[in-house]
């Protein structure tokens, strides 16, 4: 859009005018100021008058205190005289007429232009408006259409996930037959949240669940709906769901939600939050069993805003993980279903800890290609151990543990598991490669809650301490955890030894967590050692494992 600029001419009465205004500012800044008799004699007693001039029927005084005037014939012009000079001036006031005139003038005329520009751009503005709108509307033929596509993924095509499938079940359910549901005046999540890192199959979970309910499902991505016009994202946020209620029961599938739903505040994106507040209107929205359900994905929920989190929006929240022993052996046999191979699945699946489903899939690939480079008709073990680093070239570190480090995580996780279970933090389950609890909303949390928290944060280094005498960089997340939550305790809800906050109440507060986490570590030793074994075996312990294993002991 080209903005209207002034020709040369109205520059110069532009500026003219704006001369015109600043004299008059001067002139008006400096006019005298009538004083009375009282003000008149304590100038002349501390001798600030610096000069006189007489007009026909006043006096103007030039102080150091600024200018000031005076009725002449209440004064004394012989004693002004003996202080100051005193000069006599000749009163016209047509000069002044002519000065307030053309300041009238002035400002007339610079109003006149100043209008007549502020049109002339708002037309121009308004012309790229509609030009810009005829441009959205022709990319929105193309874009703004959703159609819905028919899964045929199922449950028994995603091995491994066994407690995600049990969480989705019910969702399957009432998708099927969401007239028992209404009978029932049962109502289920408007939204389903799954969390977890790259490559677990969180797309592939919402297709199955898509698939066994046999129903349309719409995918859009949550970057898709960011547009760099604005207005484009709401109107693709309405018209989506629009699409997908018409067409109840139904599946709405965002990926990557983090990208439109980011918590606002900050760095601001005006179009990105017009879309988000878009997406919380049409959840809102949703009537009681419509028969639609969103399911989104993310792998950074603490990026999330927190209005998409509250009850009636994404109401369910499925963690899923790094796949253990069992799921890995369960994924690599599925890969391995339509190929010829001699390789116990069981060796494959403990090779690969921190493999996630799209890993053990290239795995499996590179293998296959590499027994065929060797002139092979069958996939040997010798083949996996030749790609596996190449497969693992750019994963973290933490996927290739050696026996050693297997054991250092296996003590530092029980450990975890152990103070979580005991503390009554609530937790999914807790695994050699990760852990996933659940942080319950809750808008009053005590001091003993809070602390808790952070004797699970710290308990792997205690436990390090205990059997091996050492701290290992594998408590870097849990401490920058055990860290925020302490600084909360101080600065935001005064749980330190002050009530003013103080940098040595946060060190106490973690001394003291560490060095009670220790002592109570040393006394479950016993059955942190059959935690620790359970973990090395099965990869994962949940508060079940837990529970029985304490069942034994006491």
């Not at 150091?64 to 005289?81: A, E, F, P, T």
């Not at 499938?165 to 028992?180: A, G, H, Q, R, W």
Request: aromatic share 10%; glycine share 6%; hydrophobic share 45%.
């Amino acid at each position: 859009m080209q903005l209207y600029k002034p020709n040369k001419l109205q520059i110069l009465i532009m500026s003219f005018c704006i001369l015109a205004l600043l004299i008059g500012y001067i002139f008006i800044k400096n006019s005298p100021k009538a004083i009375d008799m009282e003000f008149y004699n304590k100038l002349i007693v501390e001798n600030r008058i610096k000069e006189a001039k007489i007009y026909e029927n006043e006096v103007i005084l030039y102080t150091n205190l600024g200018v000031y005037s005076i009725v002449k014939d209440g004064i004394n012009i012989k004693q002004l005289l003996l202080i100051t000079p005193v000069d006599v001036k000749q009163e016209n006031k047509f000069i002044e007429l002519i000065l307030i005139f053309a300041l009238f003038i002035a400002s007339l005329f610079s109003l006149y232009y100043y209008q007549k520009i502020k049109r002339k751009n708002s037309q121009n503005q308004q012309n790229f408006t509609n030009f810009k709108n005829i441009a959205v509307e022709e990319e929105g033929v193309h874009t703004a259409k959703f159609s819905p596509s028919v899964s045929k993924v199922k449950f028994s095509d995603v091995a491994g996930i066994k407690s995600v499938k049990e969480e989705l079940f019910e969702i399957v359910d009432f998708l099927k037959n969401p007239s028992v549901y209404q009978q029932m005046n049962v109502k289920l999540p408007r939204g389903v949240l799954l969390i977890g890192p790259p490559g677990v199959g969180k797309t592939m979970i919402a297709k199955a669940v898509a698939g066994e309910a046999n129903v349309p499902f719409f995918y859009q991505s949550g970057a898709g709906f960011v547009q760099i016009y604005v207005g484009m994202g709401a109107k693709r946020v309405r018209e989506l769901f629009s699409v997908a209620k018409s067409n109840a029961p139904s599946i709405v599938f965002i990926d990557e939600v983090d990208a439109v739903g980011k918590a606002r505040g900050g760095m601001r994106n005006d179009e990105r939050e017009a879309t988000l507040n878009q997406l919380l209107t049409e959840m809102d929205g949703f009537e009681d069993n419509s028969g639609v359900i969103v399911i989104a994905a993310t792998n950074r929920l603490e990026m999330i805003d927190e209005a998409l989190l509250r009850s009636g929006r994404f109401d369910r929240r499925i963690f899923v993980s790094l796949p253990d022993l069992h799921d890995r052996e369960k994924i690599i046999d599925t890969y391995l279903a339509d190929k010829t191979h001699n390789v116990k699945i069981s060796d494959i699946a403990k090779m690969s800890v921190g493999f996630n489903g799209a890993a053990l899939s290239t795995l499996v690939n590179e293998a296959a290609i590499n027994a065929l480079r060797r002139k092979s008709k069958k996939v040997e073990m010798e083949d996996f151990l030749a790609v596996r680093d190449k497969v693992l070239f750019g994963k973290k570190r933490f996927a290739r543990y050696s026996e050693k480090e297997k054991n250092i995580q296996a003590v530092y996780q029980a450990a975890k598991a152990l103070c979580a279970y005991w503390f009554e933090i609530n937790f999914d389950k807790i695994g050699l490669v990760g852990d996933f609890t659940k942080e319950i909303d809750k808008e009053i949390e005590s001091r003993t809650e809070l602390a808790a928290k952070i004797k699970v944060s710290l308990a792997g280094i205690a436990a390090s301490k205990i059997y091996f005498n050492e701290t290992y960089s594998n408590s870097s997340e849990d401490l920058t955890k055990a860290r925020r939550l302490a600084t909360e305790m101080v600065e935001k809800y005064a749980m330190g030894d002050r009530l003013l906050p103080a940098v040595q109440d946060i060190e106490n507060i973690l001394l003291n967590a560490l060095e009670e986490t220790g002592t109570f570590l040393e006394g479950m030793k016993k059955p942190l050692d059959l935690l620790i074994a359970v973990l090395l075996e099965e990869e994962n312990l949940t508060k079940e494992n837990i529970k029985e294993i304490l069942g034994k002991v006491f």
